[in-house]
């Protein structure tokens, strides 16, 4: 299994901004970006087809964050703008062979990088 690495997360002030990025992905159909809060399960944040760009996204983050490939870098990243507090959590990147919003359908996971966001 090929393994994602994911960088660029931090603590920051409500309504700031952060991005994140996930390499390894490029050779699969799709790479979405899932975050998983202390105590609770993971949840779907994201996603990206690498064949054209079509992009999903959760009805929380959905006007805020934007899922986006930078194909120089051959990386998928995450823009998160006017976070808030519950938008903590860590987020993992991951890729697979279909568009799913379940954990369980991707066969590759990068390590989570933690986003923290204070009021």
């Known amino acids: 299994q090929v393994q994602l690495v994911e960088s660029g997360g931090g603590s920051v002030q409500a309504g700031d901004s952060l991005r994140l990025s996930c390499a390894g992905s490029?050779?699969?159909?799709?790479t979405s970006w899932f975050r998983q809060a202390p105590g609770k399960e993971r949840e779907f944040v994201a996603l990206?087809?690498?064949?054209?760009?079509?992009?999903y996204y959760a009805e929380s983050v959905e006007g805020r964050f934007t899922i986006s490939e930078d194909s120089a870098k051959n990386t998928v990243d995450l823009q998160m703008n006017n976070l808030k507090p519950e938008d903590t959590a860590v987020y993992y990147c991951?890729?697979?062979?279909?568009?799913?919003?379940?954990?369980?359908?991707?066969?590759?996971w990068g390590q989570g990088t933690q986003v923290t966001v204070s009021a």
């Open positions: 991951a890729a697979g062979a279909h568009y799913s919003l379940i954990p369980r359908e991707y066969t590759s």
């Open positions: 490029k050779h699969f159909l799709c």
């Open positions: 990206i087809a690498w064949n054209g760009g079509t992009t």
